[in-house]
């Protein structure tokens, strides 16, 4: 992916606004103008516009003009939003006397790249071009990690967005200040770690920032098994890929019954739960603090519980323990696979397990119940009780081992059962 040249213009056809309106001192800042220069597409638009003054009258009137949504983000700081059906546009008032201080102040030298559309002019004083060439992270000042201690964290996450390096002294002085990660609120962290956690190449990432010390403040007990399952992980994902068709892979890796707006991916919770503690209390007590859902705390928890049910040495296991498993795990049951696989847990037992949750109709993974509750109350002539779902539980598992094909079966294999149990 080659940079454009220095000498580009994006065109003002990408606002979705007329330029008239835009201010002549104003500047295009931030990703929107390295992506440009990297000729990376964008489907949705964020804008940042850095201005000298009347920031807040220019978003508003912009979006009066286009009846577009408007919010003022910050008061004091003079940052207000405009939003339009293809993306969002910040407005925010220049940091110093000239678009050269703002730049200063920002983050990395790719970061720091301001764009005229009026005069069609890029202003570069960090050589974030040179940079961009050569795809490299490269910090603009000490002071400006040591402002926002989150900008030690981001480096690793857009480098892996963009496939770039870390330059050696940016990096070595990531390394002196990361004790600086305690100031971070524990949101913004995990929000760094789940892109991360979601990158092709995020596993790769985790092993350098655990080696420059930003990780075991999050995750105390870090060590080499947790990256190598990491790694372990990816491979799982490329065994499937290999052996599954493409259909199944994607079914495989959807998240079934649940808002994926309000969790994490299939894929982000099973490296997640590579790097927490294999200890369940220091584990959920690790998810806590980065502020993970309970939907995410309760899919790792659940994984890290059954796992040891399919130690290496195992060679049989039978279908009862099959269907409590696929019971107990339910739509988690890949994260379990995947975690299991990479940790090389009797790779053919969990491959037939997955053949069988792929299969809608495998009674083991789906069971589709002969009889309810109710039925076994009607017939039974018995009570609601915790023995009601024991009478129900072993008819699933009759049903499974091909005792029972019908609710007539069934209803007779409970009353024998429970003749059975009663005579104990």
Known sequence: MKPLRSSFHLSPNILPFDLALLPPTAYLVGGMVRDALLNRKRDYLDLDFALPNLVI??????????????????????????????????????????IEKDLSRRDFTINAIAYNFHKQKLIDP???????????????????????????????????????????????TIVELSSLINQIAAERVQSEFNYLLGNEGGSNWFIQIEQDGLLKPWFSGTNNNNLQLLQGVDHSVKLLQNRLTKEDFNDFFSLRGEDTVYSSSLLQRARLTCLVSNDAKIAKEELINLKYSNQDIKAVLKVLSNLPSLEKDKQNISLREIYFLFLELGNIFP??????????????????????????????????????????????????????????????????????????????????????????
């Open 57 to 98: 009258e220019t978003a508003k009137k912009i979006a009066n003009k286009y009846h577009a949504g408007f919010v003022v983000l910050d008061d004091k700081r003079n940052i207000a939003r405009v939003v339009f059906e293809q993306g969002t546009v910040d407005f925010a008032q220049q940091e110093g006397d000239s």
């Open 126 to 172: 960090f050589h974030g071009l040179k940079d961009l060439q050569i795809k490299t992270m490269r910090m603009i000042s000490v002071k400006n990690l040591q402002d926002d201690p989150l900008r030690l964290l981001r480096v690793y996450r857009q480098a892996a967005q963009l496939n770039f390096t870390i330059e050696t002294q940016t990096r070595q």
């Open 335 to 424: 994260i379990f696979a995947l975690v299991a696989l990479g940790k090389n847990i009797n790779n053919d037992l969990i491959l037939k397990l997955i053949s069988h949750y792929l299969d809608p109709q495998d009674k083991l993974a789906h069971p589709i119940p002969l009889i309810t509750g109710h039925d076994l109350i009607n017939y039974l002539k018995i009570k609601p009780s915790p023995q009601l779902g024991q009478l129900l539980t072993e008819v699933s598992i009759a049903q499974i081992e091909g005792k029972i094909e019908n609710k007539a079966e069934a209803l007779e294999f409970a009353r024998d059962y429970l003749v059975n149990l009663n005579s104990i």
